[in-house]
């Protein structure tokens, strides 16, 4: 087989064997196939696409590039969450203890990351003692008996793809459907989801800022998903201003627990429940989403969410205090508010840029080694459609400087008040199955 033949057959639209489409990986993988025809071939499908088959083909290819977890001491249907990313988004948080209260093993393995507030780990780390160096047998054992347990990445994780993305980045190839789908998807398959449910974010604060592309993705991640024998399913959700009040780690745990309590925010409950319900059905906890959905608002008011969050971070070295008495979390020096200038009613609030505020607090990593505050963080007071009195406070920096200006420029510049009425955006546009 030849590399450039490949590149020719899909420059001219037609479509590539599984043989192919595994030649070209495990090539890529292991060097013999240089970043030159690599390219070639990624700019040639971002025009070309790739048939249903394809991009099953390609998404099990990268899957077998690298390690693959292997999760079968655990029982049960191992559901996995998958969110494409966005501001203040605390619903793996809520997520694992919520599902895994209805009887669903969460099997999580989550990382830091880069962003404008560190990863899942990096908000429990919040919570004193709290550690994530599990061996395999310990996770199994952790999940077994309280159905959760996070774990730092491990192995080697679908190296194609890691290989892909870093070229797809330099040669304007990364916006493709085929592409971003199956990378997405290789890297849930590999740590070793039976079923997976995606939150497709939507809006400026988003990777996908259309409805229609994001639908297109989701749906083409729900195509993959059925074509490999996982059972996935999809929701798009609005992320045209923060998700939830808070944007910051401790903050973030807080609101977490809040949520947990049943007195959480409007729009993150929802959230929760609506993509819990998918994760309970996909388990088989429940056959019908109203099952599961019923299922998980009474473990949110008969306590035993909060309950197996307490386990939870037992389990794993931290102290459950924290759940009755948040005060234990870090706490940052200083607080200001931010009060509106003029009455009226919220219009916008641009998800990116608060959350780039919360960066410059020191909530967020600019950079692999930087250092992040825990304590750090904003919460906002008001939403899209809410009305908003003269001196009332939009927003409450928590900060460890005195200095805050430049922060409270940002809030002012990115929250725009109307003086009519605003209708508050739907949360979830649309459920895939
Ligand atoms: N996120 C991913 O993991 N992969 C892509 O291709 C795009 C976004
Ligand atoms: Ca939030």
């Known amino acids: 087989m030849r590399m450039v033949d490949i590149i020719e057959k899909k420059r001219e639209g037609q479509e590539l064997t599984t043989e192919e489409i595994r030649f070209f990986i495990q090539g890529y993988t292991d060097g013999s196939i240089p970043d030159y025809q690599a390219s070639s071939l990624l700019m040639a499908t971002y025009f070309q696409d790739m048939s249903e088959r394809e991009r099953a083909d390609l998404t099990m290819a990268m899957v077998e ?3 693959q977890i292997d999760l079968s001491d655990i029982e049960g249907i191992k559901v996995d969450k998958h969110s494409t990313g966005g501001v203040g988004d605390t619903t793996t948080l809520v997520l694992g203890p919520l ?9 999580k393995m989550s990382g830091r990351g880069l962003g404008h507030t560190g990863g899942t780990i990096d908000k429990l780390e919040a919570i004193d003692g709290f550690h994530v160096e599990l061996s395999t047998e310990q996770f199994a054992e952790q ?12 192995g080697n994780l679908t190296p194609a793809d890691k290989k892909l993305y870093a070229l797809r980045d330099v040669t304007a190839t990364v916006s493709s459907i085929p592409l971003i789908a199956s990378s997405i998807m290789s890297k849930k398959i590999a740590a070793g989801a039976d079923a997976i449910v995606l939150d497709v974010k939507t809006g400026d604060g988003a990777f996908m800022k259309t409805v229609e592309d994001s639908k297109k993705l989701a749906h083409a991640m729900v195509q993959i998903g059925k074509n490999v024998g996982r059972n996935t399913m999809a929701i798009i959700s609005d992320m045209n201003q923060p998700l939830g009040y808070a944007i910051g780690n ?18 993150l ?6 993509l819990g319900s998918q994760m309970v059905v996909l388990g088989k906890k429940a056959k019908t989403i109203e099952e599961a959905r019923t299922k998980l608002e009474e473990v949110i008011q008969n306590g035993k969410a909060l309950e197996v969050f307490k386990e939870f971070i037992e389990s794993q070295g931290g102290n459950p205090s924290v759940v009755d008495d948040p005060s234990l979390l870090p706490q940052a ?8 200038k003029e009455q009226g009613y919220v219009s916008h609030i641009v998800a990116d840029e608060i959350g780039t505020a919360a960066m410059l607090l020191g909530a967020g990593r600019a950079t692999k080694d930087s250092v992040i505050d825990l304590a750090v963080g904003i919460i906002l007071h008001k939403k899209v459609g809410d009305s908003v009195k003269e001196g009332e406070s939009l927003a409450t920096i928590y900060a460890n400087q005195e200095e805050v200006k430049e922060v409270i420029d940002k809030i002012y510049a990115n929250i725009s008040l109307s003086e009519n009425e605003v209708k508050a955006p739907e949360l979830i546009e649309e459920i895939i199955t």
């Open 269 to 274: 409950t929802e959230l929760c429940l609506t």
């Open 250 to 267: 401790a903050l973030e745990v807080k609101e977490a627990i809040d949520t947990l309590r049943g007195e959480g925010p409007e729009d």
């Open 143 to 154: 999940v077994n008996r309280i159905k959760l347990a996070v774990i730092g990445q491990s």
């Open 65 to 67: 590039s690298g390690d």
């Open 99 to 107: 599902v895994a209260a209805v009887g669903v093993p969460v099997a």
């Open 333 to 340: 020096k200083y607080t200001f508010e931010v009060p509106a």
